[in-house]
């Protein structure tokens, strides 16, 4: 039995997926087998996929004929692994080369079902590149410490993403924790995979560099017509969980609270700069945010720390459309010819979230 089973779903990557390989075949540690899945590629991903195979036993190539959901690809994958662990990789991203070293090492020395590491987000806009660390304090945590904790990881983004931990496979089975069929369906696994963890190690380092865009792409500024409705679908999940965990103080609720105001920022701001949307349906986008009961309640109840926020979220509480606009425009201009500038407060922010 391998110790890592490593999964890589791959669509139309071809310009990144040689690297994304690279990056696993060239680590430290090699006790690990590596699936890859052709997920329906239709340009030259699936030749390079098929000639690294070629070369190394431990991967195993698995294929989709039509492109499916990434969390179907997962599951199919998963099925199959016969690791101790499962370590997921996107096909676009790359990751420090002792990686699986070090955050195996973590998970044994602490039998930990759950490790978590920091990671890289990198940035390409306006032809400037930046880059900043999501990089947490080391620590091991029991259940009842978890659960007392978990919200300023969350709020952090460390407990959403897929690409910076370890899992216990035996856990995964043991639980029936699957990827739910739609999109945007990594909040959903990793709140499905805590709700009962027992030993949680945090790594104090970070590995794995997440493209969030790239010459010749405008990520930030696509907005999946789905946002709102999957943003507000993440936010029950993670309340549910804290629900069940019976960790309701005040300080957690708001730090919950202050996480979910500033995701709704983050939609008006997308919604009204979405140059894909007519007048009428960002519109229509920006009231569903406005009336949502759920945004209602945490406008009212939230007392964020940061100055920008609170000034941010006044346009919502006061359901004011023409404030809503002016807020989501100037966050977009910033976004667009300040990348640099911007995301690197973003570092600072991140950062000082500890």
């Not at 199959?80 to 370590?87: D, I, N, S």
């Not at 007519?278 to 949502?292: N, V, W």
């Not at 009212?300 to 000034?311: G, K, N, T």
Request: aromatic share 14%; with cysteine.
């Amino acid at each position: 039995m391998p110790a890592i089973s490593v999964v890589m779903p791959v669509y139309n990557t071809e310009k990144y997926v040689a690297k994304a390989i690279e990056c696993i075949l060239n680590q430290t540690f090699r006790d690990y087998e590596f699936l890859i899945i052709d997920n329906g590629c239709t340009d030259g991903s699936s030749r390079i996929i098929q000639e690294y195979a070629a070369k190394d036993s431990r991967i195993r190539v698995l294929r989709n004929e039509e492109n499916v959901f990434i969390a179907l690809a997962r599951n199919m994958a998963m099925d199959q692994c016969t690791g101790e662990y499962l370590y997921l990789i996107d096909s676009d991203d790359t990751a420090e080369l002792d990686m699986l070293e070090k955050m195996y090492a973590a998970a044994k020395r602490t039998n930990a079902q759950y490790v978590v590491a920091g990671y890289y987000m990198e940035y390409y806009q306006q032809g400037i590149a930046a880059s900043y660390e999501n990089r947490p304090d080391e620590h091991f945590y029991n259940q009842a410490e978890f659960r007392a904790n978990a919200a300023k990881y969350l709020t952090r983004t460390l407990l959403t993403v897929p690409w910076n931990k370890l899992y216990s496979l035996q856990y995964i089975r043991e639980h029936n924790i699957r990827f739910r069929n739609t999109k945007l369906e990594d909040h959903h696994f990793n709140m499905d995979f805590i709700y009962d963890v027992e030993r949680v190690y945090i790594m104090g380092e970070s590995f794995y560099h997440y493209n969030r865009s790239r010459p010749g792409t405008d990520s930030q500024e696509v907005y999946h017509k789905f946002l709102n409705q999957k943003k507000r679908e993440h936010f029950r999940h993670t309340m549910d969980v804290f629900a069940h965990w019976g960790v309701n103080d005040p300080q957690t609720i708001n730090t919950l609270y202050v996480y979910q105001a500033g995701r709704l920022v983050e939609c008006v701001a997308e919604t009204v700069c979405n140059p894909t949307f007519t007048p009428e349906q960002r519109d229509s986008e920006l009231e569903l945010i406005l009336k949502d009961p759920m945004t209602v309640t945490i406008l009212h109840d939230v007392h964020p720390d940061s100055l920008a926020l609170q000034i941010c979220i006044l346009p919502l509480k006061w359901k004011c459309r023409w404030l809503c606009f002016l807020m989501g425009h100037t966050i977009g201009f910033a976004k667009k010819h300040f990348s640099y500038l911007f995301y690197k407060l973003r570092s600072w922010v991140a950062q000082k979230a500890r």
